[in-house]
């Protein structure tokens, strides 16, 4: 629990980490995810006993990790979903509350010469259609990594 009057996460009451914490695979700074997430991604024989956080997530592309925090650790092969930012083979999932790979971003460029998965994505996110906080391993929204991905492949022609 924390302090009475700290701050509590809206979707599961935890209180966040105030501190950074290195990852104890590579010693990278984790961002904040609730355990929400990891109970949503992790493979059936982890979720069911994951423990409350703070949890964090690794976005380290070489390291194994995924998740850590005093409770223990979760890498990649411990999840239900590909992470697209450790992901180094097709396909490198970017928007996993739509389906958005950076392969079929990169295909409709070619196809196109348009991006109209961005701007689906984009809408669906002003919306409020997504569902990153329990869908994307990184639990924040993926706009950001479809724009700079999308950057490059227009970049790249």
Aim: proline letters at 9%; glycine letters at 12%; a positive charge.
């Amino acid at each position: 629990m924390g302090e009475p009057g700290q701050p509590r996460c809206d979707c599961c009451g935890e209180v966040p980490a105030a501190e950074a914490a290195p990852c104890p695979g590579c010693g990278g700074a984790g961002r904040v995810v609730g355990t929400p997430t990891l109970r949503a991604l992790l493979a059936p024989r982890w979720a069911s006993e994951v423990p409350r956080g703070p949890w964090r997530f690794c976005a380290s592309p070489a390291c194994d990790l995924v998740y850590f925090g005093p409770a223990g650790t979760y890498r990649k092969d411990q999840l239900r979903v590909r992470v697209g930012l450790k992901e180094t083979e097709a396909p490198r999932p970017l928007c996993y509350c739509f389906g958005h790979s950076a392969e079929s971003l990169r295909a409709d460029w070619q196809a196109t010469g348009r991006l109209d998965a961005v701007e689906e994505i984009r809408a669906a996110v002003k919306e409020g259609r997504c569902r990153c906080d329990v869908e994307n391993p990184s639990g924040a929204c993926c706009l950001g990594d479809v724009l700079k991905v999308a950057g490059a492949i227009q970049r790249r022609g």
